[in-house]
């Protein structure tokens, strides 16, 4: 051998060679840029449809643990007077009571002037139709070992 080898080592670049590798580092900055906002495009989108799922899968464990599921059901309201004034709303499909809890002093107001059955959506009192009344009878006679004596319906 004649005693020459090969050595990286620092080279002083020419104003030509600095300013062809200016324009090397702005070509893969604008490239790199556009490739990061493609990803985020694409990522949004997908985490949208994530989030969506997990929104539905929140929902449908949260009705597995408790084994229910907020519907629409029929109810009745009921003013219990011999029972201390006391104003029920009760399912009709399972008869269980949902709401219970003192009249207040117009609904006594008009249960003392036998205004019981006020049209749905309005504070307007009215007499009950026949029809009414013996709709209102027959589920009263439906519930009647669950009531106590006195119950006006």
């Known amino acids: 051998m004649d005693g020459t080898e090969t050595r990286k080592l620092p080279v002083k670049l020419g104003k030509e060679e600095?300013?062809?590798?200016?324009?090397?580092?702005?070509?893969?900055?604008v490239e790199m840029k556009r490739l990061e906002a493609e990803k985020d495009a694409a990522n949004a989108g997908w985490k949208?449809?994530?989030?969506?799922?997990?929104?539905?899968?929140?929902?449908?464990?949260?009705?597995?643990?408790?084994?229910?599921?907020?519907?629409?059901?029929?109810?009745?309201?009921?003013?219990?007077?011999?029972?201390?004034?006391?104003?029920?709303?009760?399912?009709?499909?399972?008869g269980e009571t949902v709401v219970e809890r003192p009249m207040t002093e117009e609904e006594r107001e008009r249960v003392r002037q036998g205004d019981l059955f006020p049209p749905a959506g309005t504070d307007v009192a009215r007499q009950p139709s026949k029809e009414e009344a013996a709709s209102v009878l027959v589920e009263v006679a439906k519930r009647a070992g669950e009531k106590k004596p006195g119950t006006v319906h």
């Open 18 to 29: 600095l300013a062809d590798k200016a324009l090397e580092l702005a070509a893969e900055w």
């Open 48 to 94: 949208e449809q994530i989030k969506g799922h997990e929104k539905t899968i929140t929902e449908i464990s949260t009705l597995i643990v408790s084994g229910a599921q907020e519907r629409e059901v029929q109810c009745k309201r009921e003013y219990d007077v011999a029972g201390g004034y006391v104003m029920r709303v009760w399912r009709m499909d399972t």
